[in-house]
C-alpha cells in the first residue's frame, strides 16, 4: 500500500473519504507530524525522509519546489496534485486506486495531477 503524506491545506473532507472507505491507508497530515506552518522545501523533505508521495492542492508553489528537489538530485517520492474544482469522488476513487495498485518507487520524481478523468 502507498505510504500517503498529506500538505497542510489539504480538503479534509477527502481525506476523511478515503480513510472511510480504505481504514488501513498509511496516511500521514503533515500537522500530525509537528509541520504546522512548514514551508514547502521542509514538508517535501519531510516526505521523502519518510518515502510518502505528498498530497495537496498548491499548485502555485509547491510544484516549482518538487521539480527542484528532483533536478538537484534529491528524493521525491512523487506529489499528486489535486486540483481545485475536480470532481470529489473522482478524486477519491483515484486516490484508492493509487494507493492500493501502486508498486514502492512507482512515482519517484513524478507530479501527477488528479483527477485523472474528466466527470460524466
Known sequence: ???LAVDENFDNDIIRSVLRRLPACDLVR???AGLTGADDPMVLAWAAREGRVLL??????LINDAYSRVLAGEAMPGLF??????PIGAV???LLLLVECSL???WDGQIL???LRAAP
Open 1 to 3: 500500500m502507498l505510504p
Open 81 to 86: 496534485v489535486v486540483v481545485h474544482g475536480a
Open 113 to 115: 495531477y488528479l483527477a
Open 104 to 106: 514502492a518507487g512507482e
Open 92 to 94: 477519491i476513487e483515484d
Open 56 to 61: 495537496t492542492h498548491d499548485v502555485a508553489t
Open 30 to 32: 503533515v500537522q500530525d
